[in-house]
Nanobody, 120 residues
Framework: QVQLVESGGGLVQAGGSLRLSCIASGSISSINAMGWYRQAPGKQRELVATIPSGGSTNYADSVKGRFTISRDNAKNTVYLQMNSLKPEDTAVYYC??????????????WGKGTLVTVSS
């Protein structure tokens, strides 16, 4: 059984910073792309940033220059450093990853989300 568990959300004032973490656990053979998505109240889930196992990162235009995605492959963990936060960044942030279990094939997994609230 594979699980993605996010942490690090909370309440922060505009201009502040937060660091989200997501750890993948279970019988994992390998992890391909990992990423962060968010869903604000009344809106659809949208991509925030992705990071492949190798290669360049990808960011939504709305967070470029403010957010940084990184990963620690030894710890099966992906991070999202969020700086200069704005009220419009308020959302539930979800971790996503393509994971292959032993003797299986790659499947896509989602975490349950962590709430980020940015006050003005």
């Amino acid at each position: 059984q594979v699980q993605l568990v996010e942490s690090g959300g909370g309440l922060v004032q505009a201009g502040g910073s937060l660091r989200l973490s997501c750890i993948a656990s279970g019988s994992i053979s390998s992890i391909n792309a990992m990423g962060w998505y968010r869903q604000a109240p009344g809106k659809q889930r949208e991509l925030v940033a992705t990071i492949p196992s190798g290669g360049s990162t990808n960011y939504a235009d709305s967070v470029k220059g403010r957010f940084t995605i990184s990963r620690d492959n030894a710890k099966n963990t992906v991070y999202l450093q969020m700086n200069s936060l704005k009220p419009e960044d308020t959302a539930v942030y979800y971790c996503n990853a393509d994971i292959r279990q032993y003797r299986s094939y790659y499947m896509n997994y989602w975490g349950k989300g962590t709430l980020v609230t940015v006050s003005s």
